[in-house]
């Protein structure tokens, strides 16, 4: 339920900022050549936003370090490379990572510290609490099953919301003691 | 203990015979030793009591829609329970149930095809939605892999500095286009800053406070991240994935959650400079989208079997998308994941793989430079002398993977079993601070791992410009260019080399505790890159032995004085072939994908003899591979097909009950109440009961799993009416005569598998171990004269075999 809604959110962001993607940058475009050192001329490295075909020494290395009848012998040694990147793509990447990553942090920090507070300023004692821990206790490993057709459901819709997260932290802590406390998974 | 009952099957020798050969030719296919073909050609026997039809397959259980065989005329009527056929956690499946019920399912799909229009779609849908499914995952893993590639190298840039002009470009994206860069330190312009320069004071403190800060900061993210939202998503991956795919059940070890935490953990852990890589958790990556999409098919997600082929081509699609290796991930997946490869895996993990790597190729935003990701320029040829050093970069490979895996595993052991696992965020902590502090000051482990080893790779031409390269040029006035090759090494060439020597020991030491932290972390880049370095200094070694005793025999007859001999950067490429082969055992798959990895097809012979070198030398140190290793070390229900089982003890050495055992609980097929099978039930723990005629004769009948006689028990008493705590049970197809005023009798002939498999007390332990292996049993009856005697379990195997190869048979920790 929640990860059909996040999910959709998710592809409506994406779209948007793809159209960002398409948008051709001309500063996306560039040929790179490296030249050698050749005598007493160092080596040097220029950059150039052309296109393909004018991707060559000639065109590329401005100004020229040597003259008319060495040009030739220069441009040998130099290597010309014509190379594209999509910035776009890196902006909405890093964009994309970054907000999943800061909801995960902000979810994260609800979960440890705001919600037992919160949830014994509403329930005056933590009977909750308790009940989470007991069930994950019973079993060592979870029939998930037989856990599951415990519970009754409601058909509110928040009720299903509370309920789906219920079970998720259930199964998580399954998770935790197996890994973490019993050491049977994952060494 | 959890030993099952048996199934009689009257195995005689001749039927088994025509398995072994029927597979035996399939055999000279598959890399592991080990085809799934359910042709089978023995007959089934007439059971006892009962008027089967002959040339029946497995008539069995429930939900398969019309059975093949006209005599169960009434199991028609009765409808599918709910819930049988399903598995718990932590279970192993039933390989044969699981094909009986695909292949009944593609049976009632086609007998339907010519109904109707709509009829025929429908069995258009079902055969093409495995090729759906598994182009699903390859978009989703290349999209996925693109995103962590991307956010990785930015996030690796973080700990240095940032970009003033654009705050999402990584270093080398940042200074792309200006014209600041030299030939000498091609990274520098005015964009990019580093934390020295924006934080005002001492330079030297505040750059490496700055890294040491962000780097403890991913980890300390990563670790929470993992242990608060999906604890699965630690560690490598690919032993819990083989096991899954030979039969294991890990609820939520592929779910969402999983994938969300361990794409973004991923990411942070690689950015927090650990001695880790990307591959081994991509593949999980990649089976996780594989299991997810497989849930909207229902040929898919109802059948166990099916879901692990889009597995098998899900773990190709994730080694295609980490090296960029399409063929390679083909080949990994059947050498190294999958535990049955028919052709038809084979076709769909190529397609997969070709999906992942056309769909991470068009996203590519670094442009051309990163095609291959570690692309060799150079096509110099190789002599045979050079033999001799490759062969010792195998053996260096093999040694130092076989003392990798003691010292990982034994260190993996004290976590598990001592105080300090206790602590998994504290640890991490730990080992991200030593890492940083150490990795620091030594420019080799400071930079990227990647980009460490492209540099290796490199062989020194003229455009290079980097401190390996500083050799003493011959300068005279004509030839002023560095074009010489076989140079004398300069002072640079040899700090280099200090360098690299203490960057090699810090690596070795620090893979073998960063490899199993509570953070996903892969093995193959760090094992390449300690190969890599082992190897360029190595290379250079020879190169300077070549120079200056160029009038030794071996290098007189093939290098001539100036010319172009020795290539250091190839010698790195194959001490990271050795090394990854030495720690993961793998031959073929590894040498496809390092010459996918490089574009270096010259190379293969000098590759393959380091492989083979180092997979000896390996061998001869310990059978197991690092992620076979893994599976022993957690006690996994794998029986390895690499192995061979050569002692010579007999079925009834193994079965369950022993002599001191308690007698074999057995149900009888027409004599129970629902009362006395609950309490079988309550009282034992076992997995499945044997249905035996009557307590006298002991003739089998068929077997029931607990899980299903539970639900079924359930189901009744919910939906039947009547039905009481002293109703007669029945397995037969007709109820028993009762009086006339007991209650009404529940019928569970449905869940009541009737073809269970049976060997006979005197079979060989080699051939039950075979039958196993091969078929993908759970369990298999033991007779004697025709009466039932016992069971053997895939548990009690594994013990078995444990206890003969003198390793603890109590590690054996699932069924």
């Known amino acids: 339920m929640q990860g059909v809604f996040l999910l959709r959110t998710f592809v409506f962001v994406c779209v948007l900022l793809l159209s960002e993607v398409t948008a051709k940058n001309s500063e996306d475009i560039r040929c790179k050549c490296i030249c050698p050192p050749y005598r007493e001329i160092e080596g040097q490295i220029y950059k150039q936003n052309v296109s393909l075909k004018d991707c060559n020494c000639l065109h590329v290395v401005e100004p020229m370090p040597v003259d008319g009848k060495d040009v030739e012998a220069y441009c040998l040694r130099c290597e010309c490379k014509y190379e594209e990147r999509s910035s776009g793509t890196i902006k909405v990447t890093i964009i994309i990572y970054l907000s999943i990553l800061g909801l995960l942090l902000l979810y994260m920090v609800y979960l440890t510290l705001l919600e037992p507070i919160l949830k014994r300023r509403l329930f005056g004692h933590s009977q909750l609490i308790q009940s989470d821990d007991d069930v994950g206790d019973q079993q060592p490993f979870a029939n998930a099953h037989n856990v599951l057709s415990r519970s009754h459901s409601r058909p509110n819709m928040l009720n299903k919301v509370e309920h789906a997260q219920q079970r998720w932290r259930r199964q998580v802590q399954e998770q935790r003691k197996s890994v973490f406390d019993r050491h049977v998974v994952l060494s | 203990m959890e030993s099952e009952q048996l199934y009689h099957r009257g195995y005689s020798r001749n039927s088994y015979n025509s398995i072994a050969s029927a597979s035996s030719d399939e055999e000279l296919l598959d890399g592991a030793g080990v085809v799934m073909d359910f042709h089978t050609t023995e007959d089934d026997n007439l059971l006892d009591g009962d008027a089967s039809s002959p040339g029946s397959h497995y008539a069995m259980s429930n939900g398969g829609g019309a059975p093949s065989s006209s005599t169960h005329l009434l199991d028609f009527l009765e409808e599918p329970i709910p819930g049988v056929g399903t598995y718990d956690d932590f279970h192993t499946i039933d390989w044969v149930r699981e094909k009986c019920k695909d292949r009944e399912r593609h049976r009632k799909i086609n007998s339907k095809k010519k109904e109707s229009a709509w009829e025929f779609t429908k069995s258009l ?26 956010a990785a190298d930015w996030m690796n840039d973080l700990k240095e500095g940032v970009c003033l002009s654009a705050m999402w470009f990584n270093h080398e994206q940042c200074c792309w286009t200006s014209n600041e860069t030299t030939f000498a330190e091609r990274d520098k312009c005015p964009q990019w800053k580093s934390w020295a320069e924006l934080i005002l004071g001492q330079a030297e403190v505040s750059r490496r406070g700055m890294y040491i800060y962000w780097a403890l900061s ?13 604890p699965y998503a630690c560690g490598s991956g690919i032993p819990e994935i083989k096991t899954i795919l030979s039969g294991f059940i890990i609820r ?24 880790l890589g990307k591959e081994g958790p991509l593949v999980h990556v990649a089976c996780c989208c594989g299991n997810i999409f497989s849930y909207l098919f229902p040929k898919y997600s109802k059948n166990e079997a099916k879901k692990r082929e889009v597995l098998s081509a ?6 295609s998308v980490a090296f960029g290796a399409p063929i390679g991930g083909v080949l990994f997946s059947l050498e190294e994941v999958s535990y049955y490869f028919p052709l038809k895996t084979l076709w769909r993990s190529f397609f997969a793989a070709l999906v992942a790597a056309f769909v991470l190729r068009s996203i590519n935003p670094f442009g051309n430079s990163r095609l291959v990701l570690f692309y060799v320029e150079y096509h110099t040829p190789w002599y045979l002398f050079e033999l001799i050093p490759f062969i010792l970069l195998g053996v260096f490979g093999g040694l130092w993977g076989a003392f990798f895996i003691r010292a990982n595993i034994a260190w993996c052991r004290r976590r598990k079993s001592t105080r300090f696992g206790k602590y998994p965020v504290l640890e991490v902590i730990l080992v991200a601070a030593i890492t940083a502090v150490v990795a620091f000051p030594n420019p080799y482990t400071r930079q990227n791992t990647s980009e460490l080893i492209k540099e290796l790779f490199t062989d020194c031409g003229p455009l290079e410009s980097s401190q390996l390269c500083q050799y003493r040029s011959q300068m005279n006035g004509s030839k002023a260019f560095t074009d010489n090759p076989n140079r004398p090494a300069g002072p640079g060439v040899y700090a280099a080399m200090w360098q690299l020597c203490l960057a090699l020991i810090f690596k070795i030491i620090m893979t073998i505790f960063t490899f199993g932290l509570k953070v996903p972390s892969g093995l193959f880049i760090p094992s390449m890159a300690i190969g890599a370095i082992a190897g360029r200094i190595v290379g250079i070694a020879v190169e300077q032995l070549a120079y200056y005793h160029h009038d030794w025999f071996l290098f007189k007859e093939w290098c001539e004085v100036g010319a172009d001999c020795i290539t250091p950067g ?9 090394c990854l082969g030495g720690v993961t055992r793998m031959t073929v798959s590894l040498v496809v994908i390092v010459f996918e990895l490089t574009g270096g097809l010259e190379y293969i012979v000098p590759l393959m003899a380091a492989v083979m070198t180092s997979k000896w030398v ?33 079925a009834r050495e193994v079965m369950r009950p022993r002599r001191c055992d308690p007698p074999l609980a057995v149900l009888t097929q027409d004599d129970l109440s629902v009362e006395d099978l609950q309490g079988v039930i309550n009282e034992t723990s076992y997995n499945g ?28 008493r919910r939906k039947q009416e009547g039905i009481m705590l002293n109703s007669r049970v029945y397995f037969t197809q007709h109820a028993p005569t009762l009086p006339a005023d007991s209650p009404r009798p529940l019928k569970l002939r449905s869940i009541l598998d009737m073809s269970p498999f049976t060997v006979t007390d005197h ?17 298999c009856l033991v007779t004697h004269n025709g009466r039932l005697l016992g069971i053997i379990t895939k548990k009690d195997i594994l013990r078995h075999m444990a206890q003969m190869a003198n390793q603890d048979p109590e590690s054996i920790m699932f069924n």
């Open chain 2, 125 to 150: 849908y079902d055969a093409w939605s495995g090729w759906l499914v598994v182009t699903l995952t390859g978009l989703a893993s290349g999209a996925l892999a693109g995103l962590i590639d991307i």
């Open chain 2, 218 to 230: 991913f980890a300390f993210l990563a670790v929470c991240l993992v242990k608060v939202f999906a």
């Open chain 2, 252 to 275: 939520g070890y592929l779910g969402k959650w999983t994938l969300m935490i361990k794409t973004v953990t991923l990411v942070l852990a690689v950015a927090s400079g650990l001695s």
């Open chain 2, 314 to 319: 899900a773990s190709a699609a994730g080694v």
């Open chain 2, 570 to 578: 190839l010698y790195a490429m194959v001490g990271a072939a050795a």
């Open chain 2, 618 to 650: 390996g061998d001869a140190f310990g059978r197991e591979g690092i992620y076979e290793a893994h599976i022993r070390l957690n006690g996994y229900p794998f029986l390895d097909a690499k192995e061979e089982f050569t002692h010579t003890t007999l």
């Open chain 2, 689 to 716: 009961f044997p249905v035996i005629v009557s307590k006298e004769s002991q003739r089998l009948v068929g077997f029931a799993l607990r899980r299903d006689i539970t639900i079924a028990i359930e189901n009744a």
């Open chain 2, 763 to 779: 079979t060989p332990m080699e051939i039950v171990v075979d039958i196993f292996r091969k078929l993908g049993l759970r369990q």
